[in-house]
């Protein structure tokens, strides 16, 4: 199984950027989907999960709903994490994980080696 994350960037606060997450290895219409982000000195948290098996079921975390959004595509095994009006604390390493299930809230055992994005003020 492998995780390609990638879209990461320098992008100015209020800009867009685009994280694609490349899978192999395992279908992401048949798994939970996460989007992580760690920033320096803090822990890892959640931004989103989408459950493409269960009718699209997407969660968001509260600091970037209404400007995040994840869809996935399964013809080409990819989820995508658009990521609209960026804030300077949106700064950290992205990483995408599959889940041992198709719900969002089980354990994610496979993970992407993340990508960087860093919003500028």
């Known amino acids: 199984v492998q995780l390609q994350a990638s879209g990461g960037g320098l992008v100015q606060a209020g800009g867009s950027l685009r994280l694609s997450c490349a899978a192999s290895?395992?279908?992401?219409?048949?798994?939970?989907i996460g989007w992580f982000r760690q920033a320096p000195g803090k822990e890892r948290e959640g931004v989103v999960c989408i459950s493409s098996f269960s009718d699209d079921n997407t969660y968001y975390g509260d600091s970037v709903k209404g400007r995040f959004f994840v869809s996935s595509d399964k013809a080409k095994n990819t989820v995508y994490l658009q990521m609209n009006s960026l804030k300077p604390e949106d700064t950290g390493v992205y990483y995408c994980?599959?889940?041992?299930?198709?719900?969002?809230?089980?354990?994610?055992?496979?993970w992407g080696q993340g990508t960087q994005v860093t919003v500028s003020s």
């Open positions: 290895g395992v279908a992401v219409y048949d798994y939970a």
């Open positions: 994980a599959a889940g041992s299930s198709n719900w969002c809230f089980s354990e994610y055992i496979h």
